[in-house]
């Protein structure tokens, strides 16, 4: 991989991660656009790990008191706000994981092409359309339920293909289920945690198993690169939203997804 390759590749995973336009799809695009090859399991776990660390570092007080209602919540005590918000983004975890698990390697293998983000691109825009203009929009992040935490669960296991975004897809649930935008986004980037780090404790699992030799000073800086980029993607994602809501990155999908599709054809 190339300096130039590293670094555009990194921006545009901290940049697209957690904006609903998926980065799994501009992580196949990009790459086909410039004649590049394939970056490799390594350099993805190392982004995806930038990623992860630029979440927690915003939403550091938030994960702080989840900490604490794990504790809570092993400890039998669910009562609280804190042990229940633990309990929701453990239960919207299960699908993604299963998933993952049980599909993630024929996904990789099958689903990594252009013309299936054109669907997933413009389907989703689509429905992220609807609930943005349809939803109630009167409950907040603290009302998350066990039925709200599995079906966003489920909707976040649908993000595995690429092109369908986890973010849009877990806040398009979220929006449609009656939360406010910002609770919507606050529940899925909160959600997000559990499921980055499984998923790079996985692909580095398989790496290591591999035998595979390591640029690690090249995977360094693209995570570094993909963590500054995140959290400043963030920080602008949670202004915008609330004033502007999701209708930009809707119509930005569905124009990615109809020039794709006009250079496909």
Not at 49 to 71: E, K, M, N, P, T
Not at 90 to 110: E, K, R, S
């Amino acid at each position: 991989m190339t300096g130039l390759q590293l670094v555009v590749l990194a921006i545009v995973q901290g940049l697209t991660e957690f904006l609903p336009i998926s980065s799994s799809g501009h992580l196949v695009l990009v790459p086909a656009a410039f004649g590049w090859s394939d970056q490799g399991m390594a350099f993805d776990v190392a982004v995806h790990l930038g990623s992860l660390v630029a979440v927690l570092a915003y939403f550091r007080s938030d994960v702080v008191a989840l900490l604490r209602g794990g504790v809570q919540v092993l400890g039998g005590k669910v009562a609280t706000n804190e042990s229940r918000m633990a309990l929701a983004i453990g239960l919207g975890t299960i699908p993604a994981a299963f998933v993952g698990l049980m599909l993630a390697d024929w996904i990789g293998a099958n689903l990594r092409d252009p013309s299936v983000i054109v669907v997933t691109l413009s389907g989703y825009a689509v429905l992220m359309l609807l609930a943005d203009r349809f939803g109630r929009r009167d409950r907040q992040f603290t009302e998350v339920g066990v039925k709200d935490a599995l079906l966003i669960g489920l909707a976040q296991a649908l993000a595995l293909v690429p092109g369908t975004s986890r973010s849009g897809v877990t806040m398009t649930a979220a929006m449609a289920l009656g939360f406010k935008r910002t609770d919507a986004a606050r529940f899925s980037f909160l959600l997000a945690v559990p499921v980055i780090l499984l998923a790079a404790g996985y692909e580095l699992i398989v790496l290591i198993g591999t035998g595979a030799e390591v640029a690690w000073g090249q995977l360094g800086i693209g995570a570094l690169i993909s963590a500054l980029v995140a959290y400043a993607s963030i920080k602008f994602f949670m202004r915008f939203v609330s004033r502007i809501g999701l209708m930009p990155f809707a119509i930005y999908r569905l124009v990615l997804a109809a020039v794709i599709f006009y250079a496909l054809a």
